[in-house]
């Protein structure tokens, strides 16, 4: 089955860029999907197919995605970005969904 | 808008069973596959299982294979999650959401999420 990896956590201060990764094997040839959940709450997609935003997600969350990493790249952090960010994708052999092990991103 | 509300969590005890249901409104509910996903306390997602528009395509996490069964009425925009032969490591707040994309699928949106606790 195909694994995604995460850090489990990035600190960032106020202002900042703060990057978080999603390792998997050749993930660069797959399209690449985002997730904001916080505390209690759903997830909610910030970024899919690598870079593009849904609706409603500030220009501040952008994504890339080559070779065994994608990244989602959140700039100009703001406390209320403080939140647990999920990277997933679809494993057509498996033919299911497929999740990061989910990043806690901490704003100092 | 589209919105999906789960509905049916709580308290059962192991080898008991539990129906969760999903209710979908603000789109062509019949036009999409649906997914449950769970997440147990403290820890990540975990997607266990979709079905497609017509029914016809269903697949399972092999944690919950055998035991779990999803199904859907179209005539009431409704997706169902038949829990059967719980176990503790299945409590989790379950959330279903919608697929979108054409190959490369994502789930978008997702309901509020239901709690099952699993305990004697």
């Known amino acids: 089955s195909y694994v995604l990896t995460q850090p489990p956590s990035v600190s960032v201060a106020p202002g900042q860029t703060a990057s978080i990764t999603c390792g998997g094997d050749?993930?660069?040839?797959?399209?690449v999907h985002w997730f904001q959940q916080m505390p209690g709450q759903a997830p909610v997609l910030v970024v899919y197919?690598?870079?593009e935003r849904p609706s409603g997600i500030p220009e501040r969350f952008s994504g890339s995605n080559s070779g065994n990493t994608a990244t989602l790249t959140i700039g100009s952090v703001e406390a209320a970005d403080e939140a647990d960010y999920y990277c997933?994708?679809?494993?057509?052999?498996?033919?299911?969904?497929?999740f990061g092990t989910g990043t806690k991103v901490n704003v100092l | 808008q589209v919105q999906l509300v789960e509905s049916g969590g709580g308290v059962v005890k192991p080898g008991g069973s539990l129906r969760l249901s999903c209710a979908a409104s603000?789109?062509?509910?019949?036009?999409?596959?649906m997914n449950w996903i769970r997440q147990a306390p403290g820890k990540g997602l975990e997607w266990i299982s979709y079905?497609?528009?017509?029914?016809?395509?269903?697949n399972y996490a092999d944690s919950v294979r055998g035991r779990f069964t999803i199904s859907r009425d179209n005539t009431k925009n409704s997706l169902y999650l038949q829990m059967n032969s719980l176990r503790a490591e299945d409590t989790a707040v379950y959330y279903c959401?919608?697929?979108?994309?054409?190959?490369?699928?994502?789930?978008?949106?997702w309901g509020q999420g239901t709690l099952v606790t699993v305990s004697s």
């Open positions: 197919d690598d870079t």
């Open positions: 050749k993930i660069g040839k797959r399209s």
């Open positions: 079905i497609s528009g017509g029914s016809s395509f269903t």
């Open positions: 997933q994708v679809w494993d057509t052999r498996a033919d299911h969904f497929v």
């Open positions: 959401a919608r697929r979108l994309g054409s190959a490369w699928f994502r789930l978008d949106p």
């Open positions: 603000g789109f062509t509910f019949s036009d999409y596959y």
